[in-house]
């Protein structure tokens, strides 16, 4: 079995006492409980302000258990991306932000769009999945 | 007054895939300028299929400013110490189906916080699960 594991520390001192959190976990295909995530997307681009582009080009198999990340590492604080999925706008990832969300891809709309503002944006991306629609040659 | 997030990713689908491992402190939009608002940590227990608000903008305490910078966590803890992987909860922003955390999955994100994308929940079944977040934000 293909083993992916994804960790998250979280602190913050914006409360009395200092928060933290850690959690871990391994990526399993949909539905299961012994057999993990097989497959996967690593890039990355750079996109010009005011580009609109879906970051996964080819479609995962839909309603599955695919998780996405994505990272700005444009160093400038100033410049951003949007993300929107299925015309619905998620947030803004910031220079230096990361993202890290289950993405279910449920039909042929819900890519994950980004759009570049500031300058030229360094995208990082990953993409782990158990299928994929490829494009034909 | 700092908030920081650290995500480290290993996998040994692809050979030679080494891992990735970001740190990212939360700062307000555009700015070099920590963030400095926060829901604090709470959990949800669902037991009924059906989408429902784990966050309602609009019924805030103190308002988030729209698009910018704000973060959230989320986590499917299951239930009582028992993590069920096969079943999981469908994360929604404003009725549109993110993805789904299957026990023990996690999630972090960026949100918009204008009032009309709650953050909605929708288990896949009945049985009883916790989900825990905490959402990160700049005051309006």
Redesign the interface.
């Known amino acids: 079995m293909?083993?992916?594991?994804?960790?998250?520390?979280?602190?913050?001192?914006?409360?009395s006492d200092n928060?933290s959190?850690s959690?871990?976990?391994?990526?399993?295909k949909?539905?299961?409980?012994a057999d993990g995530?097989?497959?996967?997307e690593?890039g990355y681009v750079e996109i010009a302000s005011g580009t609109a582009y879906d970051i996964i080009g080819n479609t995962p198999t839909a309603?599955k258990?695919?998780?996405?990340?994505i990272?700005n590492h444009s160093t400038d604080?100033?410049y951003?991306i949007s993300?929107v999925?299925?015309?619905?706008?998620?947030?803004?990832?910031?220079g230096?932000?990361?993202?890290?969300?289950?993405?279910?891809f449920?039909d042929a709309n819900?890519d994950v769009e980004i759009t570049a503002t500031g300058g030229t944006n360094k995208i990082c991306y990953?993409l782990?999945h158990e299928g994929t629609t490829l494009v034909a040659s | 007054?700092?908030?920081?997030?650290?995500?480290?990713?290993?996998?040994?689908?692809?050979p030679g895939?080494s891992g990735?491992s970001?740190s990212?402190?939360l700062?307000q939009?555009?700015?070099?300028i920590d963030?400095?608002?926060?829901t604090?940590?709470a959990i949800r227990k669902l037991a009924a299929t059906g989408a429902v608000d784990l966050v309602t903008m609009a019924n805030e305490l103190v308002e988030p400013k729209d698009?910018?910078?704000?973060?959230i966590?989320i986590?499917n803890i299951g239930y009582r110490g028992t993590i069920?992987?096969?079943?999981?909860v469908?994360?929604g922003?404003?009725a549109?189906?993110?993805?789904?955390?299957?026990g023990?999955?996690?999630?972090?994100?960026?949100?918009?916080c204008?009032d009309a994308?709650d953050i909605t929940v929708n288990p896949d079944t009945a049985d009883t699960v916790v989900i825990e977040y905490?959402l990160?934000y700049e005051e309006a």
């Open positions: 293909a083993t992916t594991t994804a960790a998250v520390t979280l602190t913050s001192d914006l409360l928060m959190v959690a871990s976990t391994t990526c399993m949909a539905g299961t409980t995530l097989d497959q996967m690593y309603s258990a695919s998780k996405l990340y990272k604080e100033t951003y993300v999925l299925d015309a619905q706008a998620i947030g803004k990832l910031y230096g932000d990361w993202m890290f969300i289950p993405a279910d449920h819900a990953a782990f | 007054m700092a908030t920081t997030a650290t995500i480290s990713i290993s996998s040994d689908i692809a895939f990735i970001e990212m402190t700062t939009a555009g700015t070099l963030i400095d608002s926060t604090g940590f698009s910018v910078a704000a973060k966590y986590r069920d992987k096969s079943v999981g469908t994360i922003v404003n549109e189906p993110i993805g789904k955390l299957y023990g999955d996690w999630m972090v994100m960026p949100l918009t204008i994308d905490v990160f």
